[in-house]
Structure formats: C-alpha cells, structure tokens
C-alpha cells in the first residue's frame, strides 16, 4: 500500500523556522512530482511548493517563494518543506502529495491521487 506520512508540524512564533517531513512508504518516491498543500479553516486546498523529480526543479507559489524551500532526500525516500519567516496565516494544515499518472507540474489538489495525512502548523506567539 502506498502512503505518504508527515510530520514536523507544530506551534511556532512569528517570524520562527519549522521543517516539515514527508515519508513514503510501499513505494519509491520518484514520480514525476511532489508537492507541498495547505487547507485552512473554511477554504480550499492549496498548492505551495513542488519538486520535479527528474531534475529536482522547485516551483513556488507567490505567497511562499522566497520563505518556503522544498527539497527531497532520494536515500531517506522523504521530501522537506522547509518554512521561514512563519506568519499568523501561515497556519493550517500541511499536505505533501504526488501522483503516479502525472507528467507535468501542477499546483491543483484534484490532479493528485497519493496523500499523507496532514500536519498541523499553528503560528503564534
């Protein structure tokens, strides 16, 4: 069975760093790519950060480029989202994702079929 597992969510101050994880497990994490989502209360799922695997290019959405960093470690067949300078709606729910049909990057939560469970990031001093 394939899954995906997070971890590293947590409470944070403004203006802290915080590191989330994505494991997989019952397959290699090399399709074509992965992504990093978030849901807050009462909105939808949203695309923040994808890695694509093939030469690990990472494309950003413009509310986190410049404070987020995605990256993978193919040994430990786990991806990262790094988080700097974390605000107050940087809380939420955080989900790392991929697909084993796509081919292309897609910041969209409906092209995706394997997702983890979900990571609570709360930002508050």
């Known amino acids: 069975q394939r899954q995906l597992v997070e971890s590293g969510g947590g409470l944070m101050q403004p203006g802290g760093s915080l590191r989330l994880s994505c494991t997989a497990s019952g397959f290699t994490l090399n399709y074509y790519v992965e992504g990093w989502f978030r849901q807050r209360p009462g909105s939808e799922r949203e695309g923040l950060a994808f890695?694509?695997?093939?030469?690990?290019?990472?494309y950003y959405a413009d509310s986190v480029k410049g404070r987020f960093t995605a990256y993978r470690y193919q040994a430990k067949n786990t991806v990262y989202l790094q988080m700097d300078s974390l605000k107050p709606e940087t809380a939420a729910v955080y989900y790392c994702?991929?697909?084993?049909?796509?081919?292309?990057?897609?910041?969209?939560?409906?092209?995706?079929?394997?997702w983890g469970q979900g990571t609570q990031v709360t930002v508050s001093s």
């Open positions: 890695i694509a695997t093939s030469d690990g290019t990472t």
């Open positions: 994702a991929t697909d084993h049909r796509l081919r292309y990057v897609s910041f969209a939560p409906q092209d995706y079929d394997i």
